[in-house]
């Protein structure tokens, strides 16, 4: 029986049995030939390494929130998930697996360390699918994807080919970030900067041949022993006599030139500077113009090198305070200041980097980024918030070639064989791929070199950025190259959302690669995304960015087992206005905790009470006879409640259809709350009391009927957001389906018919004046169970017609034996006063009668509040760029809100002078 539901609700068990029903279902499954309008999405891959936290909960809701959405208006909806391989992060974690062993992965060799790595994946890489499944995400999970799966890493050995055909991937010794710990370059996205005090040390270099020196000003004493020049501003009047000249390096004795370039900052330090071309992009470039040779004095591990002289092998931190005591015991130290820096870090372990020359592989950016700065000019792709769009356009056009390859082992390996004969690089043949031992691996290896023809191959040791193959996203996990069915049918995806911090590291890149290499015509069927939601960041109580060092980390699997998904998915959701990170409190989402409890007792009343209709003769099979949404509200002998929530519920979906339309997920959010709590629980249900045991069979079955009707539809509303309690519920209503589940069902469109803004009108003014007794009844401390008689007075006609019509109502909610109504104001007497633009309500009580003090301080400190909000709207009124701007509907609501405000001043006023 559906009056058998559990008296407290229990997510944990409820979740979890839905979650992996809805898995075991495979109840979200894509069917490419269905039917419908296509909406697509794909999952932002996590890491395989990684485990879900608030971020991902909050992406996930969001995504989830949208397909359901799109879903139940019977659009063939595909979710797809998948995992990115995470070079970095996953090599690392099998390296410290190897250090407990005492080894290292240079002992055990590159085809058994990836054979651990695959190991380790199989036992440990699906973490964050269970959890993922736990958390009841409508994904399509027969089409989950991994980045090193064999028709992906074809998709990436194709793209890479293709781009290095056509000129766009070259290799060439460049200036980039490179890690110490992880040993690998990092672009520079992958390089965060943080500001950090550190010193400016002056140090005296002599001028060769003569007692003269020349002071320059360094952050970076140790790369000093790499100097190849010392260089100065040309128009520099404090240095002209000395270009051309030579400078004796300290420490290392070696001559290097004074030259002029313009990039020297005559404002910096001494306006002399030191030029280490092989520690320093600037350096590196300056080096490039005057020729300058490239001294390399540190190793990988940024040790220093046998080119550091006597410091060779020692830390470059270490060295630097070596090399500081040496210039100092020579006299060539002048002074050290204080000097506030930008320090670069690995994003990933957070070691400073060093810039490095090193050969490395390179994408050119600049002919990728044109057409994808294009497509948002032309408004193919769409970017939410709007602010975000400036921030990609300037990105896209200020674009430097991306450094793409790695030196790890984990990952895609470079389809490039390079000649032991004429030193001449050889491309894969083509992108096939087979599988050995269980991973996939480039199959068309060439077998000589394409230009002496000779077979002294060797395939590059690198493997592609994790970037490179997550930028195929969209495409490789629809089954390109190949012409596929999900191909056709599901790209372009139709939406992409993602975290703004990933905007230029994910986003873009998509853009860029993905608009280069798909199939179409025509450029509106090669974007990887029609439109972009960039959602904030999830930040604790204060507003302060989590992070594991701060101890402010939110685990959300650990909020779930205490208060549930659907709890979690609320609190973010209600919080998630575009353009604005998160503020996360567990009181915020204990209150939502509450809002699930509220909608479950709601429940439990409804179906404990249909007991109570068996009186009548009434069976559930009678409520569930007929198609209920198709002809509710049903007729009753008090038809106004009916009229009004079916009214309220057209106004609110259609509210809600159109802030999810336009991503303001929390508007939607805060729409079904404030329906759900307010309108149905406290007010719809408070009402119909008395009906749902109502003598007359036919209208006992009205009743109920139009009941469960409004709390199906408000089902339905609410289970994009909510979507564990709503299923559960749904389940249990009486109802004739073989539906599987709630999400399937469709989502409500608005029913013009149920409009009544006479309804709307006339429980308004029933709410006001219960509200208004209720909270006198509280200021004046009466005895919730006495009651007491009100005076009503109002000079519309209308308004006190509508008191008188609904009089039983209001009597019973606010608690009162008797109500008085009358024409005009008030007669004089005594009692507690509250006033609005439309009645005054008086309440009289025997005992002590009411405080005047207190009573006039209270009516003052009103008069305070209205006197400030009819200036601000008056204000807004007198602004005639708002008048201009602002629709219609929105002046003409801010005039009458303003008349309704003045009419409360009014009464306030002349009710201050009664009491004084």
Request: hydrophobic share 40%; charged share 25%.
């Amino acid at each position: 029986m559906a009056s058998e539901i559990p008296k407290a609700y229990e997510p944990q068990e409820i979740e979890r049995r839905w979650a992996q029903a809805w898995f075991e279902q495979k109840l979200y499954h894509a069917d490419a030939k269905g039917a419908g309008e296509m909406f697509s999405i794909v999952l932002p891959p996590p890491n395989v390494t990684g485990s879900i936290h608030i971020g991902h909960m909050l992406e996930h809701t969001q995504i989830d929130i949208v397909a359901r959405w799109h879903r139940m208006r019977g659009n063939k909806t595909l979710w797809l998930p998948g995992m990115d391989h995470a070079g970095i992060a996953t090599q690392v974690v099998v390296e410290r697996q190897l250090a407990k062993e005492g080894l290292k992965r240079e002992q055990i060799g590159r085809e058994e360390f990836e054979r651990r790595v695959w190991q380790w994946k199989a036992e440990s890489g699906g973490n964050i699918k269970k959890q993922m499944i736990r958390l009841g995400v409508s994904c399509d999970w027969t089409r989950e994807k991994f980045t090193l799966d064999p028709a992906l890493y074809r998709a990436v050995m194709e793209a890479f080919l293709r781009l290095y055909r056509e000129g766009l991937i070259y290799r060439g010794r460049y200036m980039v970030n490179w890690c110490p710990r992880c040993q690998t370059a990092l672009s520079d996205l992958e390089t965060v900067h943080e500001q950090r005090e550190g010193k400016l040390w002056f140090i005296r270099y002599p001028i060769a041949g003569s007692r003269e020196t020349i002071t320059v000003a360094t952050t970076r004493p140790e790369t000093m022993l790499g100097d190849t020049a010392v260089a100065v501003h040309p128009n520099d009047e404090r240095y002209k006599q000395l270009i051309g000249k030579m400078a004796v390096l300290p420490l290392m004795n070696r001559e290097i030139p004074i030259i002029a370039d313009d990039f020297v900052d005559r404002e910096f330090g001494t306006g002399a500077v030191k030029v280490t071309p092989a520690h320093d992009p600037n350096d590196f470039a300056m080096g490039q113009r005057h020729k300058l040779a490239e001294i390399d004095v540190m190793t990988p591990d940024a040790r220093m090198s046998a080119a550091a002289g006597a410091y060779a092998g020692m830390d470059r931190f270490a060295a630097r305070g070596k090399i500081i005591e040496d210039l100092k015991a020579q006299g060539l130290l002048e002074r050290v200041t204080n000097h506030a820096m930008s320090v670069g870090l690995c994003d990933r372990c957070k070691t400073i980097i060093e810039p490095r020359l090193s050969v490395q592989w390179f994408c050119k950016m600049k002919p990728l980024a044109a057409p994808g700065i294009q497509i948002v000019e032309d408004g193919l792709l769409s970017i939410v918030p709007d602010n975000q769009k400036k921030i990609f356009l300037d990105w896209l056009t200020n674009i430097r070639d991306w450094c793409i390859s790695r030196q790890l082992w984990w990952g895609h390996r470079i389809p490039i064989w390079h000649c032991g004969d004429c030193g001449a690089m050889t491309p894969a043949k083509d992108s096939h791929v087979e599988v050995v031992d269980g991973r996939a691996q480039i199959a068309s290896v060439p077998e000589k070199c394409e230009k002496c023809g000779r077979g002294k191959l060797t395939q590059d040791p690198d493997v592609l950025d994790t970037w490179f193959s997550s930028g195929l996203w969209p495409l490789s996990t629809l089954g390109w190259p190949d012409d596929t069915e999900d191909l056709r049918t599901f790209y372009p995806t139709s939406l992409l959302i993602s975290g703004y911090d990933i905007l230029f590291f994910w986003d873009a890149r998509m853009v860029m690669l993905d608009l280069h290499l798909a199939r179409g015509a025509k450029t509106e069927e090669r974007i990887p995304f029609r439109q972009l939601y960039l959602h904030g960041i999830v930040r604790d109580p204060h507003g302060i960015k989590m992070s594991k060092t701060r101890g402010n980390v939110v685990d959300p699997l650990e909020i779930i087992e205490k208060y549930g998904t659907d709890a979690l998915r609320f609190a973010l959701t209600v919080a998630a206005a575009p353009g604005t990170d998160i503020a996360l409190s567990e009181d915020r989402i204990l209150s939502y905790r509450a809002f699930a409890n509220k909608i479950w007792n709601a429940a439990r009343f409804l179906f404990f009470n249909l007991e109570k209709i068996e009186g009548v003769g009434v069976t559930l099979e009678e409520l569930a006879a007929s198609d209920v949404r198709a002809k509710a509200p049903y007729a009753t002998r008090d038809p106004l409640p009916h009229q009004w929530i079916f009214s309220r519920l057209a106004a609110v979906t259609a509210q809600m259809n159109d802030a999810l339309e336009n991503f303001r997920f929390h508007e939607a959010a805060h729409v079904i709350y404030h329906f759900f709590w307010g309108d149905f629980c406290d007010w719809y249900i408070e009402w119909l009391k008395p009906q749902l045991a109502s003598e007359s069979r036919e209208d006992a079955i009205a009743t109920w009927r139009n009941l469960f009707a409004a709390f199906e539809y408000a089902l339905r509303l609410l289970h994009p957001f909510m979507p564990f309690i709503t299923e559960e519920l749904w389940h249990r209503l009486p109802q004739k389906t073989d539906a599987k589940s709630i999400s399937l069902q469709r989502f409500p469109t608005t029913h013009a018919p149920w409009r009544n803004p006479e309804a709307e009108r006339s429980v308004a003014l029933v709410q006001e004046i219960v509200v208004a007794a209720r909270n006198m009844r509280a200021e004046i401390k009466l005895d919730t169970k006495k009651k007491v008689t009100a005076d009503f007075a109002s000079q519309d006609s209308e308004v006190r017609n509508r008191a008188a019509e609904n009089l039983d109502v209001i009597l019973r909610l606010g608690n009162l034996s008797a109500l008085k109504i009358e024409p005009g104001k008030l007669k004089s007497g005594e009692g507690a006063v509250r006033s609005t633009s439309q009645f005054d309500l008086r309440i009289q009580f025997e005992g002590e009668p009411v405080d005047a003090k207190a009573e006039t301080a209270k009516l003052k400190k009103e008069k305070e509040r209205l006197e400030k909000d009819i200036a601000s709207k008056k204000q807004r009124l007198a602004d005639d760029t708002f008048r201009s701007r602002a629709p219609a509907e929105i002046v003409r609501g801010l005039e009458a809100t303003l008349a309704e405000r003045q009419i409360e001043y009014q009464k306030i006023a002349e009710r201050l002078a009664q009491l004084e």
